[in-house]
């Protein structure tokens, strides 16, 4: 294997939003993560622990309460907008519902040659309309559709040219952000093959969020948890998903509902209880509510994520549990 | 009592629409047996939650019923009147939705809400119902069900409205539960929860379940018999476990494939070529056929059948069983 190179690192990143009656939202919690150039790293774990906010912190799109991150060594936090730019270009988003994202009284054409001609890329019209057509041509978007509107498409087309908007710039970084959960699976299958067949075509490294640990499974090289703001467990997929260490992780993957009716009632495990607030996160392990394993330093002592048998674990108790 | 809790037979629903007929539901028949969990899987639009809006007699203006028939317990529900469904509905047979906050009334306390339901249809007295609404809500899991009483919709989490619309719905102990992508919006922790719970409940009380998922795992872990649809049809149906095994149809097969397997990683996923096809525009022969690998000549110009291929196992294509 080629060695390593970082291309994005977040160091104890907050970022923490007002709530009523001058309390914090605790969304992100000292996160430390690094994303390894042309890999996909997926940041997994339920609705509100943070994903988001981490991965639009991690691009700049929201400025963190505290930490640094660094894009192959520059520290991009302090920089001031004009300096952002250049980076800024390298940095992009696919949302989930492309649909919010997508202007609907612009055509195809106009939504895909925005990002291009707002950089100036393209000499005149005609070379814009030529690099459009290169795009869709990349995503699979017909060129007989250019001058429709977003809604005379599907939701999987429009995915589709949310995608190409997002290549547009030549970027090296792409924050996926649920990018299949609201398609149907044939639909979804056809997504994640063009992602990875992009990936590979332009180089591309992805921070893959997803709630869905069946499509992250496909999808990864590494996979980061994510609970309550904070990371549980960092490791590389197959590993991850075979032997994981944290409690959590366990619990996440036990879940699944899987595709066979000869795996029912095979007394696994539930998770018990609801996912605390993150207005008042629990001291200590933000878990220790819901872990069976706590101790009373579970409940006063944050674990801090150290390695253990090649994941990086949050957990007082891995590896004797 | 009927032995079926729920017979279906050649029910056809849809829209009146300015560009025509929309036929969402399309010669549908399908039979839940007492204490059964029944379900319905295909991808959005094929009319999963038509059939449920039809059993139910929730649909609106310009969806109908248009043929067919639909026995509860044996008495004909096609033809009834609102009023004369109403003391069915919540009695005999309730709903639960995917967001359950859409019907939850956002400005009554969750309690009140549930405890007015039952006043509707059994006669007790106000301190009665409070005591039997609290003993349910502590039923489905939520935790201080005294203090959850007063809480308003928008106060709980997306898993505690789901168990409250639950306790909502099985409060009058009703012989049918349909539930239509009830943990679609939950996160899979949380789902697990919800998924036992239904199943528990069903076991507990004898209750027939009609479980509507686009989740072939949900399906999987909850489902006796399972219906495969596509464009409004039945394309295939047998009970889970030869459905798992040995599914017949090229549209089932497409579906299964589609499932990410944790154990193994493919460098691609297959995926089922193009979109599903406009009611309002079908192909001549088989729905399927334009998205299909294993369409001939037949599947262009004929509409297959649904024919059994053992017994209880349906499958509708010229081409079954072919690889
Ligand atoms: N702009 C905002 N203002 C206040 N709270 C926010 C804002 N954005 C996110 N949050 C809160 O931060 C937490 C994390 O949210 P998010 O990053 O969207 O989580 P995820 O993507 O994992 O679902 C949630 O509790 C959410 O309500
Ligand atoms: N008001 C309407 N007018 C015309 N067609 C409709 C209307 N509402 C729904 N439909 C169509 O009915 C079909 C079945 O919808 P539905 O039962 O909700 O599907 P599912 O629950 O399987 O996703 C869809 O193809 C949809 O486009
Ligand atoms: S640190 Fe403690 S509470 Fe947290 S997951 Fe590990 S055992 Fe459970
Ligand atoms: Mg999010
Ligand atoms: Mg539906």
Redesign the interface.
Same mark, same amino acid.
């Not at chain 1, 619990?251 to 029912?264: K, M, T, Y």
């Given at each position: 294997m080629m060695a390593k190179e970082i291309l994005l690192e977040g160091r104890h990143l907050v970022r923490e939003f007002p709530a009523k009656g001058r309390k914090k939202v605790h969304a992100v919690s000292d996160v430390d993560l690094t994303i390894y150039a042309g890999e996909t790293l997926a940041l997994v774990g %339920? *609705?509100g622990c943070g994903k988001s906010t981490l991965g639009r912190t991690l691009i700049g799109l929201i400025p963190p309460t505290s930490g640094t991150v660094l894009f192959e060594g520059t520290d991009l936090t302090g920089l001031r907008p004009g300096a952002f730019a250049p980076y800024r270009r390298q940095m992009q988003l696919i949302f989930q519902d492309p649909y919010a994202s997508l202007d609907p009284r612009m055509t195809v054409r106009d939504i895909v040659a925005e990002p291009l001609v707002t950089y100036g890329l393209c000499p005149d019209k005609a070379a814009t309309t030529r690099r459009v057509r290169e795009l869709l041509d990349a995503v699979g978007i017909p060129e007989e559709f250019l001058y429709r509107y977003p809604h005379q498409f *599907?939701g999987?087309q429009r995915q589709r040219i949310g995608i190409a908007r997002a290549i547009a710039l030549h970027p090296r970084l792409i924050v996926c952000d649920e990018p299949v959960s609201a398609l &149907?699976? *044939? +639909?979804?299958?056809?997504i $994640?093959?063009l992602l990875?067949d992009l990936q590979e075509r332009f180089g591309l490294t992805y921070l893959f969020i997803s709630? &869905? @640990? *069946? +499509?992250v /499974? !496909?999808m990864a090289d590494r996979v980061a948890v994510m609970f309550l703001g904070k990371l549980c467990e960092v490791g590389d997929?197959?590993s991850l998903?075979t032997r994981p260490l944290h409690p959590y992780t366990r !619990? @996440? $993957? &036990?879940? #699944?509902? =899987?595709? &066979?009716? /000869? @795996? =029912?009632d095979t007394g696994r495990a $539930? @998770?018990?209880g %609801? #996912?605390p607030s993150p207005i008042d996160p629990p001291a200590g392990c933000r878990f220790h509510t819901r872990c069976p394993y706590a101790t009373d330093r579970c409940r006063t002592e944050a674990p801090a994520l150290r390695p253990l048998a090649g994941h990086e674990v949050a957990c007082h108790r891995a590896g004797e549990v | 009592m009927d032995e079926m809790t729920l017979k279906i037979e050649h029910l056809c629903s849809g829209f009146f629409t300015e560009r025509g007929y929309v036929p969402a539901v399309d010669d549908v028949s399908l039979l839940i047996p007492r204490g059964h969990v029944v379900g319905i899987v295909g991808e959005s639009g094929c009319g999963k939650s038509m059939i449920a809006r039809s059993v139910m007699g929730l649909l609106k203006y310009p969806g109908r019923i248009t043929g067919g028939s639909i026995r509860l317990d044996g008495r004909e529900l096609t033809g009834l009147t609102d009023r004369e469904l109403q003391p069915i509905r919540g009695r005999e047979m309730a709903m639960i939705f995917q967001e359950p906050m859409t019907s939850l009334n956002p400005v009554i306390p969750v309690g009140k809400q549930m405890r007015e339901a039952l006043l509707l249809h059994e006669d007790i007295s106000r301190s009665a119902a409070k005591a039997e609404v609290i003993r349910m809500l502590s039923h489905v899991g939520v935790s201080e069900p005294e203090k959850r009483y007063n809480a308003y919709p928008h106060e709980l989490s997306g898993g505690l409205r789901q168990r409250v619309m639950i306790a909502m719905a099985m409060i009058c102990k009703p012989k049918l539960l349909i539930a239509d992508e009830p943990t679609t919006a939950l996160d899979v922790t949380i789902e697990a929860q919800i998924l036992r719970l239904i199943r528990d409940l069903s076991r507990e009380t004898g209750m027939s379940v009609l479980l509507i998922s686009h989740n072939l795992g949900v399906i999987a872990q909850m489902c006796d018999t399972v219906y495969v649809m596509y464009a409004g049809k039945i394309v295939e149906q047998a009970d889970a476990l030869t459905l798992f095994d040995s599914y017949a149809h090229p549209y089932t097969r497409g579906l299964m494939d589609s499932v990410v397997r944790l154990d193994a990683t493919p460098r691609r996923l297959p995926a089922i070529g193009g979109v599903v096809p406009n009611l309002l525009r079908l192909p001549a022969g088989c729905a399927f056929a334009p998205r299909c690998p294993h369409a001939v000549e037949r599947c262009q110009a004929e509409r297959p059948a649904l024919e059994e291929l053992s017994p209880g196992h349906w499958c509708r294509c010229f081409e079954r069983g072919r690889e």
């Open positions: %339920e *609705s *599907s999987g &149907d699976v *044939s +639909v979804q299958s056809q $994640l093959n990875k709630h &869905d @640990l *069946s +499509v /499974r !496909f997929t197959a998903y !619990f @996440l $993957l &036990d879940a #699944i509902p =899987r595709a &066979d009716p /000869r @795996l =029912r $539930l @998770l018990q %609801e #996912i | -």
